[in-house]
C-alpha cells in the first residue's frame, strides 16, 4: 500500500533526460515505485493531469540562515517550488558563536543577512553542534543544506582586525573549520568582498580548502571582486581552489559594471579551459540583471576597520566624507566599487529601510532621495546610512541581459536565488526585497524555458535540482528516482510564471501546483499547507559518524 500514488505525470526526473508519462509512488519520505502503478492502492492519489513531476527544486544560493529561523514556512520557497535551501553563502553565516565577539558577528549579519526586518537579531547557540541541534529541533518547510561560512570563523578568532593571523590564530581558525565540517556542513564558503573576508589572506583560504577536500566537500566563493578585475580574481580563486585540490563552485557568475559588459564570456572560457584539465569547477547565477546589497557595501573598505559600528562613527567626519567620494569617483585598486559600476545614481535603487520615518525611500532611486531630501546623492547616501544604523538594503542594476541569458543557458550552471525565504504574511512581509526572492525559479521556467526558448524543460529542471545535488553531494535527492526521498514539485509547464516585478516583488508565482517535502505535502492545489517537514542535510562524514 502507497502512501500517496502521483498519475497522470509528466515526469522529469532531474537528470537531464527527456519527459515520459507515469506515476510515482511514496511511502513514508521515500520515492518507492516509478512507472505504471494502476495496481497499487494509495491513501493519497495526486492527478497531476498531464503536469510536470519533477524533484523539488534546490535554491543553490540563499541567506535564509536567520528568516527559517523567524519564520519556518519558508512560503517563497515553497511557493516556488523549492524544497531544499542552501544556506551560509558569501561568508555569511550564524555560526560558531565566541561570546566576546558575540557583538561583532551580529553587527556583521545585521546588515547581510537580516535585512531590515524589524527583528532584534538573536543567536540561540554557539558552538556548530548546539547550532545544528536547534536547526533540527525547530525545522523549517524546507531542507536546509548547510555550508559554513568563513565570515564567522574569522570573526570568532580575530574580530574584525584586518591583521594577518598569527600561527596560533590560523590553527585555532582551522581546528573550527575542521569541527564544523565533523558537524555535517556540506562545504565552505568565502564572501571576500565583505569584511572580514577581504582581510582573509591566501593562505588561510587554502588551508580552509584543504579540510574541505579532505571531507569531499566543496569550496564556494563570492570573489573579491566581480567587476573590473573579475578575470583576475577567478584566476585567483581557480589557482587557491587547485593549489588545495578542492572542488571549486563560483558564486553567482557575473561581470558587472557597465565597463565589463562582455566579460563573462571570458569567465566561461577561464572555467572550461581548467575544467578540460580535469579540474572540478562549478557556478550558479540568478536569472536577472540588477543585483541587490546594502547600502553599507558602497563604502570603501577602510571605513569598516573594526566593524560596522566605526563605520558608522567614521562617515559623520567631513574629512573621511571628501575621502570616500574620491575613492568611489577613481576606484581603489582590487575594490569592487559597487557606486562605481552603475552608470548613474539611477541605477541604484532603495529597496528597504528600517525606520518608519523613512519608508518614502523605498522604490526611490538614489537621485530621487537626494532631490527630495535638497542634497547631493553622497550626503543622502551618508545620512541615510546613520539614520538607519546601516541596515539599508539597495538594488544594483549594473548587469548585461545578454551575458546573464548566456551564463544561465550553460549547460552545467545551477541556479540560486541569492535571498532568504521571505512572505506575504507575517514577519517577514514586513520588509522589502529583490524579485529574486520570489520569482527565481519560475522566472527561469517561464522565460528562459517559454518565452526565450534559451533551453529545454528537461535542462532546466536538471540545473534546478540533480546538479546543485551532485555538488553538494546530497543524499538521494535532486532526482526522481526510486529509493530517493521525496522531495516532488508538480507544475504546469504552459502557465508557470514569476509575478516579482522591481515595484511590486513580494508575490508568490503562478504554476506551481504540489510540493512534497520528505513525503509531506507541503503545497496542495497552489496553496501552502501547514507543515514543517524539512529536514538539516548533512555531509557524508556527519551521515556515517553520529
Ligand atoms: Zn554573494
Known amino acids: 500500500m502507497l502512501d500517496i500514488k502521483i498519475i497522470n505525470a509528466k515526469i522529469i526526473d532531474g537528470t537531464g533526460s527527456p519527459a515520459y508519462d507515469g506515476e510515482v509512488g511514496i511511502v513514508e519520505d521515500k520515492i518507492t515505485k516509478i512507472g505504471d502503478l494502476s495496481n497499487e492502492d494509495a491513501k493519497t492519489v495526486i492527478d497531476a493531469k498531464g503536469n510536470v513531476v519533477a524533484p523539488g527544486f534546490i ?117 573550527e573549520v575542521e569541527e564544523c565540517f565533523k558537524q555535517g556542513a556540506l562545504g565552505v564558503t568565502t ?15 587554502l588551508e580552509i580548502c584543504k579540510i574541505a577536500a579532505k571531507y569531499g566537500c566543496f569550496y564556494a566563493t563570492h570573489m573579491r571582486t566581480e567587476s573590473d578585475e573579475v578575470e583576475q580574481a577567478l584566476e585567483e580563486t581557480i589557482d587557491v581552489a587547485k593549489e588545495a585540490g578542492v572542488h571549486l563552485h563560483v558564486s553567482h557568475l557575473k561581470a558587472m559594471g557597465y565597463k565589463n559588459f562582455g566579460k563573462a564570456t571570458n569567465l566561461i572560457k577561464q572555467i572550461r579551459d581548467v575544467q578540460d584539465e580535469g ?5 550558479d547565477v540568478y536569472p536577472y540583471t540588477a543585483g541587490m546589497t546594502s547600502l553599507s557595501a558602497l563604502m570603501p573598505p577602510w571605513t569598516f576597520e573594526g ?75 551618508f545620512e541615510t546610512l546613520i539614520n538607519e544604523n546601516g541596515r539599508v538594503q539597495i538594488t544594483t542594476n549594473f548587469m548585461d541581459d545578454k551575458e546573464v541569458e548566456m551564463i544561465l543557458s550553460q549547460p552545467d550552471v545551477m541556479v540560486g536565488s541569492d535571498s532568504m525565504s521571505l512572505a506575504t504574511e507575517g514577519l517577514l512581509a514586513k520588509t522589502s526585497t529583490h524579485p529574486r526572492a520570489f520569482g527565481t525559479q519560475t522566472k527561469v521556467l517561464s522565460e528562459y524555458v517559454r518565452d526565450r526558448k534559451c533551453f ?91
Open 59 to 175: 535554491d543553490m544560493h540563499t541567506h535564509s540562515d536567520m528568516s527559517l529561523v523567524y519564520d519556518r514556512n519558508a512560503s517563497s520557497r515553497i511557493y516556488s517550488g523549492v524544497t531544499t535551501d542552501v544556506i551560509g553563502n558569501c561568508g555569511i553565516g550564524v555560526a560558531p558563536v565566541k561570546l566576546e565577539n558575540k557583538q561583532l558577528l551580529l553587527d556583521y549579519l545585521g546588515t547581510r543577512i537580516v535585512g531590515s526586518m524589524p527583528v532584534e537579531l538573536e543567536l540561540k547557540w554557539d558552538t556548530y553542534k548546539s547550532y545544528f541541534e536547534y536547526m533540527e529541533q525547530n525545522p523549517p518547510a524546507v531542507n536546509v543544506a548547510p555550508l559554513l561560512a568563513q565570515g564567522p570563523i574569522r570573526i570568532y578568532e580575530m574580530g574584525f582586525s584586518k591583521e594577518e593571523p598569527t600561527e596560533e590564530q590560523l590553527q585555532n581558525m582551522l581546528a
Open 307 to 381: 566593524g560596522v559600528g566605526n563605520m558608522l562613527e567614521r562617515i559623520k567626519d567631513e574629512e573621511n566624507r571628501k575621502q570616500i567620494i574620491k575613492d568611489i569617483e577613481e576606484g581603489i585598486p582590487g575594490w569592487q566599487n559597487f557606486a562605481g559600476c552603475c552608470k548613474t545614481w539611477d541605477d541604484i535603487t532603495i529597496v528597504s529601510v528600517t525606520k518608519e520615518e523613512d519608508t518614502w525611500m523605498e522604490g526611490k532611486t538614489i537621485t530621487q532621495v537626494a532631490e527630495q531630501k535638497g542634497t547631493d546623492p553622497y550626503t543622502a547616501i
Open 456 to 546: 529545454s524543460l528537461e535542462a532546466a529542471v536538471r540545473k534546478l535540482t540533480g546538479l546543485p545535488a551532485e555538488v553538494l553531494k546530497l543524499d538521494r535527492r535532486g532526482t526522481l528516482k526510486e529509493g530517493n526521498f521525496a522531495d516532488v514539485v508538480i507544475f504546469n509547464p504552459d502557465t508557470v510564471k514569476d509575478k516579482a516585478t522591481y515595484a511590486n516583488p513580494k508575490q508568490y508565482p503562478e504554476g506551481i501546483e504540489t510540493v512534497l517535502v520528505n513525503g509531506v505535502i507541503a503545497l496542495e492545489n497552489g496553496k501552502q499547507v501547514n507543515v514543517l517537514p524539512g529536514r538539516l542535510l548533512k555531509n557524508e562524514y556527519a551521515r556515517k559518524n553520529q
Open 279 to 283: 579540474m572540478e569547477v562549478s557556478f
Open 191 to 205: 564572501g571576500l568582498v565583505y569584511l572580514p573576508g577581504e582581510y582573509t589572506t591566501r593562505k588561510e583560504i
